[in-house]
């Protein structure tokens, strides 16, 4: 079928290619003219036949939010919008009332694969009404990875690919995915920190290899951990600065508005904004604190609570 | 080769079962009359040739240490024991002393697989000298997982086995492990719990499912939690109630004693503490605070400050 | 001076009891006829003299909004609107511009000190324009605790009042104190929970009073905590359940709006939500996947993966 | 009464001071000649009339045991020994069953007061039989705090002095006490950071002085870093790096041993680690596992999942 699809560049253009080579037509805009099919958001609506489904993979927040604008204001009663990048669920509520006054579809997809996905498949998760996301099912079907089968070769559905809720249920799913995540990431790291912090063990990346076939821990990040300890034994050449992304902070902050307790994957966040920090004011106050201890700063303070009023 | 192999349980049998398979000679001893080819560890001591390797496979703790010093009393000089429980890596340092007095090897094994290392091969980090690590190699090789090759068709070496560093180095490996293990099953079910605790996702076994192919949290793990959603897709049948090993406390412990910062981890060994607890002691303490602010019932506390010596 | 209160429950009844104790005139109207002093808030306008002050005390959220938005139509330019409820601190922020556009003053007052205000003195942060604090300094005055004086009998200024910033920064700073006393009340709740949990203490309520004095972690909240277990040694007429305000969960929001890690505070905000839970998710999913490592559910889901495409 | 007091350093000394007040006769011995009274042990002994009470008052670990060892072959059955430094509580078990043997009373004491203990008392929390605390109360009584009287008079016993148990119980109390003081002091600070961290607050330590009278939070700890900001407004001139003691790291132990959850403690623990570290090897691994998304350099990996045996 055809897409339009807004937004080419290492994400968007991967997912152009797999898409091509499932056989859709695909017209791709991008600010970048060497990329584009066509020169306007205008163009790509007119090069598409209704009722037509137009992807959007742009940068989360304003960028996404005129692009949606724009396009309401350029497509037809019946189309669809399908908004790919890293919304916040909040953000998707407010595109749908806004696409809906006009007839428009809208669905809200979180799609996570990466560089691998071009090869590997896309795993998506949307959100939406039924008949939008059948619509758009076609293009689901060609990102998705492939449907695994079973030892008697039956498809396994469900892997990859989830029709989550109504619209806001797609980003929301990522979004929890990515506070998971964290978590993980933030565990295979506190394990290999107590690794290398004992002399016993001589073959750091030898037991974090060993993790990689038949533990109960192996996973595709553990594969990745593998990987980087190879290219780099003692982790010496890279900083441990971690940046964080909207959707682990918005992940704690769901969890707190739906009173869930969530103390790995919020520990994790904590350790990414301290991983940040030159100095920890926290950590200053604690050290100025240890230092009063040992003065007689304090006898003026005493003074004054031996006043208070009974 | 030959091999002594002493506890046919659920994991030592399968183990026996794996190394037939691969065309090593087991001489087994179990409790069970029923289960074993001898009847006494002298009997097995026996039935094998010099020299010779005994792998322990009985509980951790207390007869696991009867077991090795009974066969440290029976073995001869350039013979090894393996010891494939769940030992504490300082019981093994114990051990080693015990063992190296008579001149017998002594190599800890962390064995993780469970029901499915029959088939899919157990990982393995051991513990021990070069020279004790190479006698029983052929062993190993048959019980770990076969090396995964890759797309030009090398062997890949490392998955599924390793060789950690002295006695010890072996089961410290298995039980920063577990720790890990807690802490991403923790963050798996963080998420499940935000996931199930919204309206917006009208279909969690559906979102968890949709993660097991293409994203970066894509894990054995996963598929299990995916498993147990299948069968009970609200979880009403289970409890939120979960045991702990040693091995998550000692990983905390020794994560401690060596100044490293381990927030996830332990909060997921907490958050079993809670688990269990019918009520808890803390919260009975914030709770009784609370009410507290609501009288008068300080007047006097307050009477007292006022007569503090200055 | 003159002030309007709004709002003569609890707090706000004991407030106009200690301002009219000092001397200042105040106006109170409440819900409920048999506590006020005029029948309606134009009533309460019309008894002040211009320029007028008048002090809001009723619900955080709906009901303040109301009062605050009825306020500034009734009211005159010159006058001062004190919001000394719960508000979150964006809430002023909007009532703010609300009174602004008429020419009235808006102070946030975040005020701490429950039933032992109206002897002690109320602790009060507050936020707005140096000109507007100034014209309701007297009843601040009136309000807060005394200056406690040094042992040369000097003032010491500080306590118990701050003009901390503009609009906002009262309640911002009432939020805070309240998550940091969160994170508080769950370490003496952890520690009284170790000493039960030993049988090495026979003597739990004396070692929680030993330490009121000469210690290190003498405070009012330990006081309360002598004091409940005074009243009921085991805690075993209470439960441990804990509700939770907005206050605790706005630290934390902020906390992760502004990267600034917050492991206790959080923590404590999470031990709450898990006390009020029948039955841990999280836990569930746990325990589910604890189960799942006893069978051979997970072969099919094996085969699958070795289905993935290279 | 008498008392042999070994170890008159900072503690010690203002010890000795505070008894000789109180009218007791104190016979101290130092390793420094200038302040001893008496040049060695067994000169102390024979200067004591028997039933002899003799306060150990050296660091914990070696120094104390060494101490603790020679006193018990000097002394006579009937004697004391007060064990009054940081000793983990099972090191105190050990010095009893040593000193039993020969009919010599152990107590161990908890102390708690710094450099203001000479003028306030010190808190006291010990552990022994009933009979050996009898022996040395007079001593617990000079040096404890003086009991406060409530507003008709009458004494409330219990501030500052607790006998909490066997042997042990003292030093078990005093560990707890500092867990409890770790995870206030990281409460603080982490308040302290979000005040710092937002525009809105002009005043930070304002805000901090203000919590000192009539709130929840206000205690000795807060007037400390009240004292702290005065100095030092930004904390410009401290660096976020601090010490942990044993004790903070024995509750936690302890906490895991008993099943007891510790989530506020541990963290605040575990910041501390963290504020030592130059650079976190949890972070690295974090970091690097975010830099392997953004490459293929998995791809090999990958190929090796689709071997796995089935």
Redesign the interface.
């Given at each position: 079928m055809q897409l339009g699809l807004i937004g080419l560049g290492k994400m968007g253009g991967n997912m152009a290619e797999r898409l091509r080579r499932a056989g859709h037509e695909v017209v791709g805009y991008d600010h970048d003219a060497d990329k584009r099919d066509v020169d306007s958001l205008p163009a790509l609506v007119e090069a598409l036949a209704a009722p037509r489904v137009v992807w959007v993979m742009v940068p989360a927040g304003d960028p996404t939010r005129a692009t949606v604008e724009e396009l309401a204001g350029l497509l037809s009663p019946g189309d669809v919008i399908v908004e790919g990048g890293n919304s916040k669920?909040t953000d998707d509520q407010v595109h749908d009332v806004l696409c809906r006054e006009k007839g428009i579809g809208y669905i809200d997809a979180g799609v996570?694969?990466?560089?691998?996905?071009l090869?590997?498949?896309?795993?998506?998760?949307v959100?939406g009404t039924k008949d939008d996301v059948a619509k758009v099912q076609p293009i689901f079907d060609a990102l998705?990875?492939?449907a695994?089968?079973?030892?008697s070769g039956q498809e396994?559905p469900?892997?990859?690919?989830?029709?989550?809720?109504?619209v806001?249920?797609g980003h929301?799913?990522k979004m929890?995915?990515?506070?998971?995540?964290y978590?993980?990431?933030?565990?295979?790291?506190?394990?290999?920190?107590?690794?290398?912090?004992?002399d016993?063990?001589?073959?750091v990346p030898?037991?974090v290899?060993?993790?990689?076939?038949?533990?109960?821990?192996?996973?595709?990040?553990?594969?990745?951990?593998?990987?980087?300890?190879q290219?780099?034994p003692g982790?010496e050449k890279?900083?441990?600065?971690?940046?964080?992304s909207g959707e682990g902070?918005w992940?704690?902050?769901?969890?707190?508005?739906?009173?869930?307790?969530?103390?790995?994957?919020?520990?994790?966040?904590?350790?990414?904004?301290?991983?940040?920090?030159e100095?920890?004011?926290?950590?200053?106050?604690?050290?100025?604190?240890?230092?009063?201890?040992?003065?007689?700063?304090?006898?003026?303070?005493?003074?004054?609570?031996?006043?208070?009023?009974?």
């Open positions: 669920y996570s694969g990466g560089v691998w996905g090869e590997n498949g896309y795993a998506l998760m959100g998705r990875p492939p695994p089968v079973d030892e396994l469900g892997a990859g690919f989830v029709h989550a809720g109504p806001g249920a929301f799913s929890v995915h990515n506070g998971i995540e978590a993980m990431m933030q565990a295979y790291g506190e394990g290999y920190e107590l690794l290398a912090a004992v016993l063990i001589e073959d030898g037991v290899a060993s993790w990689t076939q038949g533990t109960v821990i192996r996973s595709w990040l553990l594969d990745l951990l593998v990987r980087a300890l290219e780099d982790l890279i900083s441990g600065y971690a940046e964080d902070r992940t704690v902050e769901q969890a707190i508005e739906n009173a869930v307790p969530m103390p790995t994957i919020a520990a994790s966040l904590f350790a990414r904004f301290v991983s940040r920090q100095d920890s004011p926290t950590m200053k106050a604690v050290a100025a604190l240890r230092k009063q201890f040992g003065g007689h700063a304090v006898q003026v303070v005493r003074a004054r609570e031996a006043e208070r009023p009974a």
